[in-house]
């Protein structure tokens, strides 16, 4: 019996520590012309537990209609990468993302209200875009820069509302006039509690209504009773 109690009280203690953990994720993106490439960092206890994803764009395939990316993975402290796997995504795989997205709303009484409570624990420290952009033609460029303020205007307001932006957004848009061109770079660190995505979880395991879902894509197709949608 007293063993029991030790452990319960160890499990606990283990329950809490992970509750109260801060992740912080860190998010590059980097854009030129026809090459993108993404990295995500995650991080908790100080730097301690680190979790690396880098997912480059390699290629459009000639062979079929399909975007094949690249992804590495880093845990810790590793110098190289600990798995690298390169991917396929077709517009099917995308069509049944969306179509998970619609299940889920479907399913869910008040998701909105769980994600928005969620984000509001929501930390940004830091948000930089930069951006060059040209078509090769003053006038259609000077409309194009317009357009591109709009959105990142746009963008900004809806994080600032929905999160607690604790910096001040540095946003640059260059120009170019001479030629066309097509470059961005966003960096983004934002950060939050474990135990408050965990509620989120929660919420929605709570709120779930209408039986299992029907999944399409391959990474949720494991909790759909249609296990053929996912071949």
């Not at 094949?68 to 690298?84: C, D, T």
């Not at 993302?97 to 479907?106: A, H, R």
């Not at 399913?107 to 984000?119: A, E, N, P, S």
């Not at 930069?130 to 591109?148: E, K, N, P």
Request: hydrophobic share 45%; with cysteine; proline share 3%.
């Amino acid at each position: 019996m007293k063993w029991l109690v030790i452990a319960l009280a160890v499990l606990l203690l283990l329950l809490i520590i992970v509750f109260v953990t801060k992740l912080t994720i860190y998010v590059n993106y980097d854009h030129v012309q026809d090459n993108d490439h993404l990295k995500l960092e995650f991080r908790a206890w100080l730097g301690l537990i680190r979790y690396k994803l880098k997912i480059p764009l390699i290629k459009i395939d000639e062979n079929s209609p399909t975007v094949v990316l690249k992804e590495e993975k880093q845990m810790g402290n590793e110098k190289k990468p600990s798995k690298e796997e390169a991917k396929q995504y077709s517009a099917e795989d995308l069509l049944n993302s969306l179509k998970d997205t619609k299940e889920i709303l479907t399913h869910v009484i008040g998701l909105h209200k769980i994600i928005r409570k969620f984000l509001k624990k929501v930390t940004i420290k830091q948000f930089e875009w930069f951006s060059v952009a040209g078509i090769g033609d003053a006038a259609y460029t000077g409309i194009l820069i317009g357009a591109l303020w709009a959105v990142k205007g746009s963008i900004v307001g809806i994080i600032s509302h929905n999160m607690k932006l604790k910096v001040i957004p540095k946003i640059i848009i260059t120009p170019n006039f001479q030629r066309a061109i097509s470059k961005t770079t966003l960096r983004c660190m934002f950060q939050f509690r474990i135990g408050h995505a965990m509620l989120a979880g929660i919420k929605l395991v709570k709120y779930w209504k209408g039986g299992k879902p029907k999944f399409r894509s391959k990474a949720l197709s494991v909790f759909s009773d249609d296990k053929t949608k996912s071949v």
